[in-house]
């Protein structure tokens, strides 16, 4: 079976979507398909000049509109140019399958002999009222972002999403099919070499009194990251030693404690940023990330690739990431700081039951929150289409 790929992204940016973008290609060749990758370029994301001029100062002026922000990216008018540009570069391939991933433009009104599959954690009309900034797009962009999301659900013939939040969404708020639809976790967007043991030795390096916590998010507000700090406080109050390390994101005129240190984004790209998220995922007791919103949370399928368990919230996709005694805990947004840390306490005391969790979450990684079995089950499920 031959598949193009055809992305709006660098496939070899390892930071791109949170690396997203590069770890799709790299599952479907794992699991042994012959794969074509098609990028489009910027030149063919661009309109013409004096049409993208228009826009790019309509963009800038909405910046002191009350009517909202206006991103001209995810316009109707650009995804059919994308088809239209497009159009010649697909009528010759010799592939079995087109896959479109992650955003809807490629596919929205691509013309191609080939039946199109469209993968991705989101749909846009799902965020336009959850993820905060969205809340704040124009109406003309939310609109046309409806829009590009029915045309592409209605012209692919499969449509997968990592999350039953994602598709349920499809289902609630553009009418698809059911049967159309199938839910596939992603994984991990980090290396991983490492089996059963290493992770127990990954655990008796964590013994320590002082309490570990981890946040990894560039959205202080949408990640939780207040949260973060407020419970560290309360811990800090009973008496506990904490320690936190925030990487990516901080609160802007606040002095943090001296219980927390803050990193700046750590790059994938490089290999001090790419080992010294290892580092953290390996030394920390617990993830720490209690989103407002979230589409999916590739960061959950991280931690628990290095036996590091997650609290978070039960908001969108998280729950198809994180079961509560399995692999992590979720709580609700409205759940008390006092009820999170006596979790964390209580968990902690116990070191079997912590290790054991430990244990289930790297098992969780193995079988289900993998690269391989998500490119494994994307091949099966093509191949049954293909019949």
């Given at each position: 079976?031959?598949?193009?790929?055809?992305?709006?992204?660098?496939?070899?940016?390892r930071d791109t979507y949170s690396g997203t973008a590069y770890w799709i290609p790299a599952a479907l060749k794992s699991a042994g398909i012959e794969l074509d990758c098609l990028q489009v370029t910027l030149p063919e994301k661009l309109?013409?000049?004096?049409?993208?001029?228009?826009?790019?100062?309509?963009?800038?002026?909405?910046?002191?509109?009350?009517?909202?922000?206006?991103?001209?990216?995810?316009?109707?008018?650009?995804?059919?140019?994308?088809?239209?540009?497009?159009?010649?570069?697909?009528?010759?391939?010799?592939?079995d399958v087109i896959l479109t991933a992650l955003t809807p433009l490629s596919a929205a009104y691509l013309q191609a002999k080939q039946p199109i599959v469209y993968w991705s954690d989101f749909i846009y009309s799902a965020l336009a009222g959850f993820y905060p900034d969205r809340r704040l797009h124009h109406v003309d962009i939310r609109w046309d972002g409806h829009l590009v999301t029915d045309a592409c659900l209605m012209n692919a013939k499969l449509l997968i999403f990592s999350?039953?939040?994602?598709?349920?969404?499809?289902?609630?708020?553009?009418?698809?099919?059911?049967?159309?639809?199938?839910?596939i976790p992603f994984g991990p967007n980090i290396e991983v070499d490492h089996d059963e043991e290493v992770i127990k030795s990954f655990i008796q390096q964590r013994?320590?009194?002082?309490?570990?916590?981890?946040?990894?998010?560039?959205?202080?507000?949408?990640k939780g990251g207040d949260i973060v700090l407020?419970?560290?406080?309360?811990?800090?109050?009973?008496?506990?030693?904490?320690?936190?390390?925030?990487?990516?994101?901080?609160?802007?005129?606040?002095?943090?404690?001296?219980?927390?240190?803050?990193?700046?984004?750590?790059?994938?790209?490089?290999?001090?940023?790419?080992?010294?998220?290892?580092?953290?995922?390996?030394?920390?007791?617990?993830?720490?990330?209690?989103?407002?919103?979230?589409?999916?949370?590739?960061?959950?399928?991280?931690?628990?690739?290095?036996?590091?368990?997650s609290i978070t919230t039960y908001v969108g996709g998280i729950g198809d990431v994180v079961k509560d005694g399995v692999n992590g805990m979720t709580f609700s947004l409205e759940t008390q700081i006092d009820e999170v840390c006596s979790y964390i306490v209580s968990t902690l005391n116990d070191a079997d039951k912590y290790a054991a969790l430990c244990l289930s979450s790297f098992n969780e990684y193995k079988t289900r929150l993998n690269w391989e079995t998500a490119g494994r089950q994307v091949k099966e499920l093509i191949q049954g289409y293909l019949g």
């Open positions: 079976m031959k598949i193009t790929l055809i992305t709006e992204y660098d496939l070899s940016d309109l013409p000049p004096l049409e993208e001029a228009a826009l790019r100062c309509k963009q800038f002026f909405s910046r002191w509109s009350k009517d909202g922000y206006f991103k001209p990216e995810i316009l109707t008018r650009r995804a059919e140019y994308i088809a239209e540009t497009l159009k010649a570069r697909v009528a010759n391939l010799d592939s999350s039953h939040w994602a598709a349920r969404a499809a289902v609630e708020l553009h009418g698809i099919t059911k049967n159309k639809i199938h839910v013994k320590s009194n002082t309490i570990k916590l981890l946040f990894i998010g560039t959205d202080w507000f949408r407020n419970t560290a406080k309360r811990l800090h109050e009973m008496g506990h030693d904490v320690e936190v390390t925030l990487v990516g994101s901080k609160p802007r005129d606040e002095v943090l404690p001296p219980y927390v240190n803050y990193i700046r984004f750590l790059s994938k790209n490089t290999p001090f940023g790419l080992q010294k998220i290892k580092e953290l995922y390996r030394q920390s007791h617990f993830l720490f990330v209690p989103s407002r919103a979230e589409a999916f949370g590739i960061v959950f399928c991280e931690a628990s690739a290095f036996g590091l368990p």
